[in-house]
């Protein structure tokens, strides 16, 4: 299972795309913020001051550090800053009518520029920057921009782990960081730049290659990218763990449940050929035959669910059921009854393969059987349950068992069900409840 690989793809562009419109998101604001405006608290006489405009208008004279003036026929200039250069569709040599403040914003400053009333005789209507195409465009290029690089950073940085360990490992990770590094710093100076006379440039092509605020931009994706990777690389190591114990936990149990599959085995198997020799003693033919043909089957079921960590269906075990107690009933002739009562309902139920065999045989084994005093084992369905009942008729010299096989039958219950059987031993009656469990298919 390659927790690492699968859907990390999709997922790293998600993240990449979102880191694009953190890093962008200020610039999408330009597209909406008209004015600055005073948020929280009254102004400040000096504030209203400067709030304060008057019409003028000059020709526009850009700077090649993307901002501009615009200078008066009275020699004044007014302050264009670069937000507004970028928003607005300027060019050297407009002529504009603006309003500015009366006040610079500092002491030997520049006044500034608040509003654009006219365009070279025009007049600006400011719903136009919401459908300009240009900045549209200018947008996208910078999303998409960004986006590419956090994507080609998190793919650098994360890899293709070949194992839990090399994902968060720190020499790995430290390695790919430099070479992420470097892809960032590539990424600067390959960043798109827009001049304020409209054209998109990348940033080694400008004339100061020093711009704080790409700097900026690039340093939070390196950052963001980095801290992603590396939470992704510890979780992913902690699912891989988690998957390791259950695989180590999933033969753990396997391992124990054929370990006591395997001590059914032996016992019924040397039960059985005793009967056996005492048939062909006997010389009767025809039931050493039908004897066989039943143990044929026994031993086919076994073999076919010695190995089998699922459930079978009621059905199924009572057809064992069936055959196995025939080789009683020819073993103990008139002595032995087993009386069955299974509500159809239950038949599609599921048990432990092999759950009625032990239970079967203890109660033959440590009973009395008579042709005066038959054995009656009974068989039936209660509640969700599967009883195996019978009087007890001691033996006069009784076996002391070792409780293996109700021992072994209760552990497979535990480690399949995650409950075990209910034994009522009374004085007169011995009874074992195995649990049923719905199930909605053969081997669930």
């Known amino acids: 299972m390659k927790l690492y690989r699968h859907g ?118 400011y719903a136009t920057l919401y459908d300009s195409p240009k900045q549209t465009r200018e947008m996208l290029y910078q999303i998409f921009y960004y986006m590419v690089l956090s994507l080609i950073v998190l793919l650098i940085v994360n890899g293709d782990k070949k194992s839990a360990a090399e994902a968060a490992s720190w020499q790995k990770f430290a390695q790919r960081t430099v070479l992420a590094t470097a892809v960032v710093v590539a990424g600067y100076f390959l960043a798109p730049l827009t001049l304020p006379t409209g054209k998109t440039i990348m940033l080694y092509e400008s004339a100061r290659l020093l711009n704080f605020l790409i700097m900026l931009k690039c340093l939070f994706v390196l950052v963001v990218t980095l801290l992603y990777s ?79 960590t699922e459930m079978v269906q009621l059905g199924e075990e009572m057809r064992f059921a069936e055959a196995y107690c025939y080789l009683y009933r020819i073993r103990y002739a008139d002595k032995i009854f087993f009386d069955v009562d299974i509500e159809p309902a239950y038949m599609d139920w599921c048990l432990p393969a092999l759950s009625l065999q032990p239970l079967i045989g203890n109660a033959v084994k440590h009973n009395t059987i008579t042709a005066k005093n038959p054995f ?62 719905k199930r909605t298919n053969k081997h669930a």
């Open 376 to 437: 009656h084992v009974r068989i039936y369905t209660e509640d969700g349950y599967l009883v195996v009942s019978n009087k007890r008729r001691p033996l006069l010299e009784p076996q002391i068992g070792t409780g293996t096989g109700l021992q072994n039958l209760d552990n497979r219950y535990r480690l399949l069900l995650g409950r075990g059987i209910d034994i009522l031993a009374g004085e007169e009656e011995f009874t074992v409840r195995l649990p049923l469990e």
């Open 230 to 308: 590396r939470i992704y690389a510890l979780t992913y190591q902690s699912q891989v763990m988690a998957l390791e114990n259950e695989q180590l936990q999933n033969e753990n149990l396997t391992t124990r449940y054929n370990m006591l599959v395997s001590q059914i085995n032996p016992h019924f198997f040397f039960n059985s050929l005793n009967s056996l020799s005492m048939l062909v003693r006997e010389g009767d033919q025809q039931r050493a035959l039908e004897y066989i043909d039943q143990l044929s089957y026994t031993f086919r079921y076994i073999t076919q669910n010695s190995n089998n």
């Open 8 to 125: 990390s793809f999709s997922s790293m562009l998600i993240v990449a795309f979102a880191i694009s419109i953190v890093i962008n998101f200020s610039y999408l604001m330009l597209l909406v913020v008209d004015q600055p405006e005073y948020y929280g608290r009254p102004a400040t006489r000096s504030e209203q001051k400067r709030m304060e405009t008057i019409e003028t208008w000059g020709r526009l004279s850009l700077n090649v550090d993307g901002y501009g003036y615009i200078i008066t026929d009275a020699g004044d200039s007014i302050y264009v800053g670069r937000s507004s250069l970028r928003r607005l569709p300027l060019e050297d040599g407009d002529v504009l009518r603006v309003e500015a403040s009366t006040q610079p914003n500092r002491e030997n400053a520049h006044r500034t520029m608040t509003r654009l009333i006219a365009r070279n005789g025009s007049l600006f209507d």
